[in-house]
């Protein structure tokens, strides 16, 4: 099966639902993705794109708990239409992107990266500490107030 690679700039517009499918993290979200044009009169608002995206696994631990509604985000995935019948037996369908990757929209926000920060659905498990072997170093100010290891 053919799967259409996909790129999409915009704003997360729903609350961001966390949930589990069998042993699988699963993060869903709508986005849209605005569209304008400058004008002589300023700026004029175009078309909109709106999305619903899917994480699954890994991407979906890493944006459990971490993005909100109004957050700015590039979205890269693959594409791909559901069709099915509404309450009143017609046809619709919808556009739906299963991310492999999401991340803030640099050119609209600032964050600070924490690879090692856990997610929200890692908190929930109990964590065992090492047991450290070697003592502690020894620290000592030197003249200028720096710290200094032995």
Same mark, same amino acid.
């Given at each position: 099966?053919? =799967?259409?690679?996909?790129?999409?700039?915009?704003?997360?517009?729903?609350?961001?639902?966390?949930?589990?499918?069998?042993?699988?993290?699963?993060?869903?979200?709508?986005?849209?993705?605005?569209?304008?044009?400058?004008?002589?009169?300023?700026? @004029?608002?175009?078309?909109?794109?709106?999305?619903?995206?899917?994480?699954?696994?890994?991407?979906?631990?890493?944006?459990?708990?971490?993005?909100?509604?109004?957050? &700015? $985000? $590039?979205?890269?995935?693959?594409?791909?239409? *559901? =069709?099915?019948?509404?309450? @009143?037996?017609?046809?619709?369908?919808?556009? =739906?992107?299963?991310?492999? *990757?999401?991340?803030?929209?640099?050119?609209?926000?600032?964050?600070?990266?924490?690879?090692?920060? &856990?997610?929200?659905?890692?908190?929930?498990? &109990?964590? %065992? %500490?090492?047991? *450290?072997?070697?003592?502690? &170093?020894?620290?000592?100010?030197?003249?200028?107030?720096?710290?200094?290891?032995?």
């Amino acid at each position: 099966m053919f =799967e259409t690679p996909f790129t999409v700039v915009g704003n997360v517009i729903t609350d961001v639902v966390a949930r589990r499918a069998g042993e699988s993290n699963v993060v869903t979200f709508r986005m849209a993705s605005n569209s304008r044009k400058k004008t002589d009169d300023g700026w @004029e608002p175009g078309n909109s794109l709106y999305v619903t995206v899917n994480c699954w696994g890994r991407v979906a631990d890493g944006v459990a708990g971490r993005l909100f509604k109004g957050d &700015p $985000v $590039v979205v890269v995935g693959y594409i791909y239409t *559901s =069709e099915y019948l509404d309450k @009143e037996g017609n046809r619709r369908s919808s556009m =739906e992107v299963r991310a492999t *990757s999401i991340g803030p929209d640099m050119a609209r926000s600032q964050v600070k990266i924490d690879p090692r920060r &856990p997610s929200p659905m890692e908190l929930d498990q &109990p964590k %065992e %500490e090492p047991e *450290s072997t070697s003592p502690e &170093p020894l620290e000592t100010e030197n003249s200028d107030g720096l710290v200094l290891s032995a």
